[in-house]
């Protein structure tokens, strides 16, 4: 099974990430996995720590250029 994939591609204000990181958490099932990737550092910090907060575990975080990419697993 394919994990979901979220952009924050292009997005400036952190808020955007937080709720899209909220929206995608809701919308996964337990046990599954989503994605998400960015261009904003500043988003990718409040992410991780939202994710954090949520004891929600980061399977990888990619960084490549100026792009980031975060595998999370819902428990």
């Known amino acids: 099974m394919s994990e979901a994939r979220y952009s924050c591609i292009g997005e400036g ?3 955007e990430h937080i709720v899209k ?3 995608a958490y809701v919308k996964t099932k ?3 996995s989503f994605i ?3 261009d904003n550092f500043e988003g ?3 992410i991780l720590k939202i994710a954090k907060f949520m004891n929600t575990k980061i399977e990888y975080v990619k960084n490549e ?3 980031w990419e ?3 697993k819902k428990d």
């Open 13 to 15: 204000c952190v808020t």
């Open 21 to 23: 990181f909220r929206n």
């Open 30 to 32: 337990s046990g599954e």
């Open 36 to 38: 998400m990737e960015g």
């Open 44 to 46: 990718l910090n409040e």
């Open 65 to 67: 250029g100026n792009r």
């Open 70 to 72: 975060v595998k999370f």
